[in-house]
């Protein structure tokens, strides 16, 4: 699950990352921080697994007023 | 030490909430005493708040180290459904910095609080302007008045989007805003503290607890806490 802070939302650390970038001679335009969470679902079924998901990002790793969500699936 | 409880009148109980990570609950639960409230530490495993509770402060800190984001997890802590029960009847509740954090993150106070602008901790006194004097949280101020209370605080840039922001300032639910040139953090219009719409619930990012004693510089803080203390008091003899 990417975490990502909104479109608009005040992102220092990706502030200073992009000055950072900047410093180190890459030509950049604006960095954004997020967050990637990682968790294994004990679940076959793709749907399930998908809903899972978006609840966790709905009830408690994302914070709706500030930031958006992308859930990526992969079996394993 | 200004306004202790004249003697003889029935002291309010006024819990403090202890997460792991909580700092200054030590610090709320003597100021609150001071100011003539019957305080004490409880647990935020506890499923319900203490007999006679009048009114309830969530301390600063850092619960559960800050982890995902200031007060993600204490939020579903068993406490918090007997704060939120508690607020619903018109409870008084007042969260400080990681407690205001705490409260935004529930959903009991407007706005989210973001890392400082500066990326950097802020810890000095700041000036705050009060807004209003009409609320339990700020009956002792004067409308307008100044205030001097120290920030301490790595996340503490308040944040709501213009619609939200704008229905707060109709409202008049914005109580504390840091003075003009003195905004520590990057808070969108300044806020240091709102207020909800049912005018029982208020967070603050500065530490009142912080400024109830002269030997610490100033004894601001006191006019918020001692507030908190009549409202409480009153609301003690309402009941009765």
Not at chain 2, 27 to 42: F, H, I, K, N, W
Not at chain 2, 155 to 180: H, I, K, P, S, T
């Amino acid at each position: 699950m990417l975490v990502r802070p909104k479109p608009g939302i005040l992102d220092p650390q990706g502030q200073a990352v992009e000055s950072s970038l900047r410093h180190l001679g890459f030509d950049v335009g604006e960095a954004r921080v997020g967050r990637l969470v990682d968790v294994d679902v004990a679940t076959e079924d793709r749907d399930e697994a998908l809903a899972q998901l978006e609840r966790m990002c709905e009830q408690l790793l994302t914070n709706p007023l500030i930031e958006s969500y992308e859930i990526a699936l992969e079996h394993v | 030490m200004n306004g202790r409880a004249p003697a003889g009148e029935p002291k309010p109980v006024i819990p403090v909430v202890v997460w792991p990570g909580s700092n200054d609950d030590r610090d709320a639960v003597l100021a609150l005493e001071q100011l003539g409230a019957v305080s004490r530490r409880v647990w935020h495993t506890d499923e319900e708040l203490p007999r006679g509770t009048a009114a309830v402060v969530l301390p600063g800190g850092f619960s559960y180290g800050d982890y995902l984001r200031c007060g993600a997890i204490a939020r579903f802590s068993p406490i918090l459904r007997a704060v939120e029960a508690f607020a619903a009847s018109g409870g008084l509740v007042l969260g400080i910095c990681n407690g205001f954090q705490i409260l935004t993150e529930a959903g009991l106070l407007p706005g989210a609080l973001r890392p400082n602008e500066s990326l950097s901790f802020v810890c000095r006194d700041v000036p705050l302007r009060v807004a209003r004097s009409d609320t339990p949280f700020t009956s002792r101020c004067a409308e307008g008045q100044e205030l001097t209370i120290p920030v301490k605080h790595g996340d503490g840039c308040w944040f709501a989007n213009e619609a939200m922001l704008e229905e707060l300032e109709e409202a008049e639910q914005v109580l504390l805003r840091y003075a003009a040139g003195a905004n520590p953090n990057g808070a969108v219009a300044d806020v240091a503290g709102v207020l909800n719409s049912d005018g029982n619930v208020f967070g603050l990012m500065p530490h009142p607890e912080h400024a109830v004693d002269p030997l610490l510089g100033s004894t601001d803080g006191a006019a918020i806490l001692g507030s908190l203390v009549d409202a409480a008091r009153l609301s003690l003899a309402a009941r009765v």
